[in-house]
């Protein structure tokens, strides 16, 4: 685990300060997330449109502060993104600190729609393709698993599609590496409905939680709602782990069952009884979607 710290730290470029206004030309605001903004600009050494994310600087302090007193620093989300290589992440191309004191991160620019949003109108696109929607979101967290980092905040709100509608994970904000000092009990962050019991308790974690986290986004994606009352606070939430799931047959009765049983799994209150690995919990999707339920005649 050392080695794998040491080596991140030691491969890292120079970071630089650069005047994003004498470089992008701003077009538009795009999105704003719990901690940066991003915009659609035109970089003006490459002629592309990326998107141009930048950290608020306050947030970002808090954030950090949180990880105090462990000897390896929590990477920032640019060093994490920048070495992300997979066709459902968002490429990041560059990061580094503003004239501002901003951290900085340009991507790709995907022109699609939000995950979230799919999930509230629950059209056609959203009802034909669900299953490989939740493949792709899959694989990305198994390849980010595989390099040995805890995502920390899979949500809808962190996926977009693009016009193909293909999946994009794209924040990597509350990244740390799935090391012993950073599993360690205390550090509860990550968007309340999403969290697993043991973060919310405050013990122990691991990549675990992802995949909690993942099934409460794939229970969303046919249900039209979480596996429990909605919470605006995460005090709300913590009444949630003494609370069994509503079980998914229940909203959606022709749910093929092995799909069902899948997200069920992964929403399982200990960790222990829920997939251990993001891969496993695919390969049952996967043979779902290589041998389709026929559908009932009625």
Not at 248 to 255: A, E, F, K, N, Y
Not at 266 to 287: A, F, H, I, N
């Given at each position: ?51 141009l994310k930048l950290l608020d600087i306050d947030k970002t302090k808090r954030l950090e502060s949180r990880f105090k007193g462990i000897k390896s620093p929590k990477p920032s ?54 299953l490989r929607f939740m493949i792709e979101l899959g694989e990305a967290i198994e390849y980010f698993h595989r390099q040995n980092w805890i995502h920390r905040d899979i949500c ?143």
């Amino acid at each position: 685990m050392l080695e794998f710290l040491k080596k991140l730290f030691q491969s890292q470029p120079k970071v630089t300060r650069l005047d994003v206004t004498k470089r992008f030309q701003l077009v538009s605001r795009v999105g704003q997330g719990s901690m940066s903004k991003v915009w659609r600009a035109i970089d003006g050494r490459t002629g592309k449109t990326v998107a141009l994310k930048l950290l608020d600087i306050d947030k970002t302090k808090r954030l950090e502060s949180r990880f105090k007193g462990i000897k390896s620093p929590k990477p920032s989300e640019g060093e994490v993104a920048v070495k992300l290589n997979h066709p459902h992440i968002v490429k990041t191309y560059e990061f580094g600190i503003t004239t501002n004191n901003e951290q900085y991160l340009v991507m790709e620019f995907v022109e699609g729609v939000s995950l979230s949003f799919l999930v509230d109108v629950q059209n056609e696109v959203m009802k034909r393709n669900r299953l490989r929607f939740m493949i792709e979101l899959g694989e990305a967290i198994e390849y980010f698993h595989r390099q040995n980092w805890i995502h920390r905040d899979i949500c809808p709100r962190n996926v977009i599609l693009d016009e193909e509608y293909s999946i994009k994970l794209i924040d990597f904000g509350l990244v740390v590496p799935n090391t012993p000092e950073f599993q360690a009990p205390g550090n509860r962050t990550g968007t309340a409905n999403y969290m697993a019991p043991e973060l919310i308790k405050r013990q122990r974690t691991d990549q675990r939680i992802d995949i909690f986290s993942y099934a409460v986004t794939c229970y969303e994606m046919y249900a039209k709602k979480l596996p429990w009352e909605a919470a605006e606070t995460l005090d709300a939430v913590v009444q949630h782990i003494n609370t069994p799931p509503d079980d998914l047959r229940q909203h959606v009765p022709d749910i093929d069952p092995r799909i069902a049983d899948a997200i069920m799994k992964g929403l399982k209150v200990d960790p222990r009884d829920r997939w251990q690995s993001m891969g496993t919990m695919l390969e049952s999707l996967r043979e779902v979607q290589a041998s389709p339920a026929k559908p009932t005649r009625k």
